[in-house]
């Protein structure tokens, strides 16, 4: 059957070399009963063959070779030199399996016997279907390197097995290697010699699995012996089958990314070293506020109620305004000593670096209780042994804990663990209250969560925070003892 694209889009100029009538009529028949849509121009010499090209502009030639003087080769050579780019059919009623041979080595696209006409019309679609796609692969491959060339991306396409077969511009620009010297596995002068073991054993691995590649290595320029980082990818080409036919990849500068990463990260240790600081100078300061209220205000006070003992007795059978404002004074004085005693305990509790933080979990929990009216039930490991900081986050992570607790959990159970998982101490609170949802877990203004992960964080450490709607919230807090 025909080719819809050339019998129904397009009419298909037809140059006939050929001075019969009657067979310039059947050569019509033949193309029409093909079903070709086409427009005829029928010349009877060579001598106007220029002209004809040039005014007609013919798609294919048909030519009787018998009409010229010339041998058939001769004949068929003077077309190609005339129209090289147009295809053409020796159509002849001469017949010799030699000339055949002949015509087609001299560059004839077919030879039909004119008592073999039927032929005509598969030949003619045949030809112009195969130009058409030459020409179609030829405006691909120009397209293909006109991106090539103004990609920004270096491009490479290799063999199956992995041997590069070409590179564009870009890809030259960024490795500093020429196209002739990436060609083959030379792609891999420009590898860093730090990644070239790495990037050779995963591309290996890629061909091997005929799977894509994707990875991050630093380049070696060998013109300057500059470095920079790219991004590395090439997918299979499958053919018919499931073969693959090679790989098309990319390689990408991401040096100012890598370095932008670098910079990011230095800075976040140093934020991180920086937080470090704050909160050791933070509890340092606080142990010693909190000491300093503990001696010296509170002794002070401690004495102040000792001689307002003594005064009291001295004047225990004196006017009553004066004992009553005597009594007055003791229980200002009796609230004074609580209020400083109980700054001081929430500035540093004392039990913490006395007892230890297991002592110092029971202690804050059942204090917390007795005021927002929530049970605690405990399993506590008290053999666990924790350095002075470690044993502080781990007690200020609880605090923040039991603070959101008391905000937004609506509880009134809650239950703590403090265990050793192997070389880490791990610390669980879990309440049974509303359970945290998770907008509020990603909202920026979470920052009581932020802090605990940042403290646990310190310690190479990690805090989790799981809410069941309904059902409550357990916070997780990992540190290793190392």
């Given amino acids: 059957m025909p080719n819809t694209h050339i019998s129904m889009n397009k009419e298909t100029r037809i140059l006939l070399i050929e001075d019969k009538q009657h067979d310039i009529d059947l050569f019509k028949r033949e193309v029409q009963k093909f079903g070709i849509q086409f427009t005829l121009n029928s010349i009877s010499s060579f001598v106007v063959i220029p002209d004809a090209l040039h005014d007609y502009r013919p798609d294919i030639i048909v030519c009787d070779y018998v009409l010229s003087n010339l041998q058939p080769v001769d004949a068929v050579t003077v077309l190609k030199n005339l129209a090289d780019d147009i295809p053409f059919i020796i159509y002849s009623s001469v017949l010799d399996e030699a000339i055949v041979v002949q015509c087609m080595k001299a560059g004839a696209s077919d030879y039909i016997f004119k008592e073999h006409s039927g032929r005509l019309g598969p030949a003619i ?47 030259s620009s960024i490795t500093g290697l020429s196209p002739d010297a990436a060609i083959g596995d030379g792609f891999l002068q420009a590898v860093h010699s730090h990644d070239r073991k790495r990037i050779t054993t995963e591309w290996n691995r890629c061909v091997r699995d005929q799977a894509p590649f994707r990875s991050e290595y630093r380049i070696q320029r060998p013109s300057d012996s500059s470095e920079l980082w790219v991004l590395g990818e090439a997918l299979p080409e499958f053919i018919k089958g499931g073969q693959v036919a090679g790989f098309v990849g ?233």
């Fill in 250 to 482: 990319t390689i990408t500068d991401i040096t100012y990314l890598m370095n932008s990463e670098i910079e990011i990260d230095s800075s976040r240790k140093q934020l991180r070293a920086l937080t470090v600081r704050l909160q050791s100078v933070r509890e340092e300061e606080r142990k010693f506020i909190s000491r300093e209220i503990h001696d010296d205000l509170g002794q002070a006070l401690t004495g102040l109620r000792m001689d307002l003992v003594w005064l009291t007795n001295k004047v225990s059978n004196g006017d009553d305004s004066v004992n009553q404002r005597l009594k007055s004074m003791m229980q200002l004085t009796d609230t004074t000593i609580y209020k400083v005693r109980k700054i001081a305990t929430d500035l540093r509790p004392g039990i913490l670096d006395d007892i230890g933080l297991a002592a110092a979990i029971e202690w804050h929990a059942r204090d917390v209780g007795e005021r927002a009216e929530i049970i605690f039930s405990f399993e506590l490991n008290e053999e666990i042994q924790l350095n002075e900081q470690t044993a502080t986050a781990f007690f200020r992570i609880f605090q923040e804990s039991l603070t959101n607790v008391i905000r937004h959990a609506e509880a009134s159970h809650v239950h703590v663990t403090l265990k050793k998982e192997g070389n880490t101490v791990v610390m669980s609170i879990e309440d049974d209250g509303r359970g945290i949802a998770l907008n509020e877990l990603s909202d920026p203004r979470s920052v009581g969560i932020l802090g605990m992960r940042e403290r646990a964080a310190v310690f190479g450490g990690e805090v989790s925070v799981i809410g069941v709607p309904n059902k409550g919230t357990t916070v997780r807090a990992r540190i290793p003892l190392t």
């Fill in 125 to 171: 679609h045949n030809i112009l279907e195969k130009r058409r796609v030459r020409e179609e692969l030829k405006q691909s491959q120009e397209r293909f390197n006109t991106l090539a060339k103004v990609s920004t991306v270096g491009i490479f396409l290799a063999t199956a097995d992995g041997r590069y077969l070409y590179v564009n511009e870009r890809w």
